[in-house]
């Protein structure tokens, strides 16, 4: 844990009474309906590729989706992948280049790390982001997370009385959360009081097998975290007194990302260059994963297209054209239907003659 700092009007205080009720209001119900929106919009579009299905048209246009943003990322990766290799190629030339020319190289390497950082933060698809800070892709359907602890929570001690755990976060929303910890309760059950209290930020709570809390988020998420967490307590599991920052740390020892990457002295682009090796075996194993996902895809519209056949697709058991086909999914253009239909018809092998048949009383 860092130094504590100075109070203010704003600041948290262990032994002011009303506070509980202050940070009460302070969060919003609304903080977990968006999360839970968020998870049943994934899960729908999933469902929609591989349960049962709404409507063809809605089927594919998700599929296409998915390729796109796939590729999308793939495109990114690989122009991550040619910036490494030149990050690394300078690094190497600047440890071994006299004085004199080791300032220009210097300047190139800033370049070329300010162009991966920004190649990180813009590469996106409908206006989503397709990379995460440390270029694994962002990919629909495939759910990352980032685990990591904080260090000074005393679980494993004595304590005589209840304990009100306060976090504070620098970003996002709410900017505060409690829990009210009981004198006589274990890790397990600590860890379920912080699981509910940290819910509206989508951080999850476990145990270790260590017996110390174990903290769970989304990886798109896990940039706002990181920012900062301010914690206060009572003096059982946390300090009482000030909020001081928490030291996170993230379970992953061998993560890294463009912006943390350093050269202005030997030592550090020693080290940068092993971060480097370790970025680009991650972005050839990110290239494997959208393979992996674009084959999926391709799977999923043959499957489409062989389980939707026209007749079931269009006709419903009644022998009556289903109105639910015709439900084009949210900006889906009716030029899209009108270029889409003939292609899907196509692709089901299905004639002029065959429709005809079909509609026949």
Not at 38 to 52: F, Y
Not at 103 to 131: I, N, W
């Amino acid at each position: 844990m860092v130094n504590q700092i100075s109070s203010s009007p704003n600041t948290l205080r262990s032994g002011d009474s009303t506070q509980p009720e202050r940070i009460a209001q302070q969060q919003p119900v609304a903080a977990v309906s968006r999360v839970s929106e968020k998870k049943s919009r994934q899960e729908q579009q999933q469902s929609n590729l591989t349960g049962k299905p709404r409507s063809l048209l809605t089927q594919t246009t998700l599929a296409h989706n998915q390729a796109a943003q796939a590729q999308t990322a793939q495109k990114a990766l690989r122009d991550a992948s040619e910036l490494l290799n030149q990050l690394r190629q300078v690094a190497r030339r600047s440890l071994s280049s006299q004085e004199g020319k080791r300032d220009q190289l210097q300047q190139s390497l800033h370049q070329l790390k300010g162009k991966l950082a920004k190649l990180t933060r813009e590469a996106k698809y409908q206006g989503e982001p397709v990379l995460h800070h440390d270029l694994t892709p962002r990919l629909e359907g495939v759910q990352q997370t980032e685990q990591f602890g904080i260090k000074g929570l005393r679980l494993n001690t004595l304590r005589n009385q209840d304990e009100i755990v306060r976090f504070q976060f620098e970003s996002g929303s709410p900017s505060s959360v409690r829990a009210l910890i009981e004198s006589d309760e274990n890790s397990h059950e600590i860890a379920n009081k912080l699981d509910r209290a940290l819910a509206p930020r989508g951080i999850q709570v476990g145990v270790d097998k260590f017996g110390d809390m174990a903290f769970t988020v989304d990886k798109a998420e896990w940039v706002n975290i990181r920012k900062g967490v301010w914690v206060s307590g009572g003096g059982q599991i946390l300090p009482s007194g000030n909020p001081i920052k928490a030291r996170l740390e993230s379970h992953d020892k061998q993560a890294t990302e463009p912006e943390a990457l350093e050269f202005s002295k030997p030592q550090q682009s020693r080290k940068a260059l092993a971060d480097i090796e370790r970025m680009l075996q991650k972005v050839q194993q990110a290239l494997s994963q959208i393979d992996k996902v674009q084959q999926q895809v391709g799977a999923d519209l043959e499957r489409i297209v062989r389980t939707n056949s026209l007749k079931s697709g269009i006709i419903n058991q009644q022998g009556e054209i289903d109105a639910s086909w015709m439900d084009a999914p949210q900006d889906v253009s009716l030029q899209l239907i009108e270029n889409a239909v003939p292609t899907l018809l196509a692709q089901a092998n299905a004639t002029r003659h065959n429709v005809v048949a079909l509609l026949e009383p």
